[in-house]
């Protein structure tokens, strides 16, 4: 019985280390850049940012309990908590 024991505690060891997993690396400062002052700030209204920016080129709609809204622009997303920006963020482009 404890050699059962002791063969599937090495058995379940042993399938422990060969699993595996992809890594994500993002370069720190590379999402920010230099321009982030220039996405739409934090508490900023739908209409200040459509009267600055334009028209998004898509709407998503709003999901959950509060509602966020997610606007894409060429570029970037802002995150609306209602009717206020609760984040602005770069889209990833790939090297």
Do not use: C
């Amino acid at each position: 019985m404890k050699s059962l024991s002791a063969l599937l505690f090495g058995a379940s060891v042993l399938l422990a280390t060969t699993a595996q997993a992809d890594t994500l690396r993002i370069p720190v400062g590379e999402q920010a850049g230099s321009n982030q002052s220039a996405l739409p700030q934090r508490g900023a209204s739908f209409d200040s940012v459509s009267s600055r920016w334009g028209e998004p080129s898509r709407r998503h709609a709003a999901v959950g309990q509060p509602p966020i809204t997610r606007w894409d622009y060429p570029g970037f997303s802002v995150y609306f908590e209602y009717d206020k920006v609760i984040n602005s963020v770069r889209q990833h482009k790939a090297p």
